[in-house]
């Protein structure tokens, strides 16, 4: 009997322990590398980085609470920005993922797309203005 139980107690400081572990990577820190478009050509160039940790997990909660659509689209015209989440340590490598902006010509309404994993969404008027006060600063 006195074995189960510390058999029991190892195991769950094991399992604290590894929890412990995932969760920090989890937790790592990340900030969101934006770049804004130049003129009407698909150039880009550095605009903003977001690094408080508040704003990053609400861009973050909206990207992953909208309703993506797997489909391939074509846009009139690129990208009016371009974001990416970085590591703050240089030693996590991990795929970034681009996400690719458009506003609406209302100014009322963001489209994203990511090409790469063939994806897209129109985010509804309230998370648009989240999403573009965020990332830009601008109402």
């Given at each position: 009997?006195?074995?189960?139980?510390?058999?029991?107690?190892?195991?769950?400081?094991?399992?604290?322990?590894?929890?412990?572990?995932?969760?920090?990577?989890?937790n790592e820190e990340q900030y969101i590398e934006v770049k804004k478009r130049v003129?009407?050509?698909n150039k880009y160039e550095a605009f903003k980085k977001i690094t408080t940790k508040i704003q990053v997990q609400k861009v973050k909660d909206i990207l992953e609470d909208s309703d993506w659509e797997?489909?391939?689209?074509?846009?009139?015209?690129?990208?009016?920005y371009r974001f990416?989440?970085?590591?703050?340590?240089?030693?996590?490598?991990a795929k970034a993922v681009l996400y690719e902006l458009w506003i609406s010509p209302n100014k009322d309404q963001?489209?994203?797309?990511i090409d790469a994993q063939s994806k897209y969404v129109q985010l509804d008027k309230k998370k648009s203005a989240?999403?573009?006060?965020?990332?830009?600063?601008?109402?």
């Open positions: 009997m006195k074995k189960f139980t510390y058999l029991t107690v190892f195991i769950g400081i094991i399992s604290l322990f590894t929890t412990g572990c995932f969760d920090g990577m989890k003129g009407d050509e797997n489909a391939k689209v074509s846009m009139v015209r690129p990208p009016d990416v989440f970085q590591f703050t340590n240089p030693e996590i490598e963001v489209e994203l797309v989240e999403l573009i006060e965020i990332l830009t600063g601008k109402n």
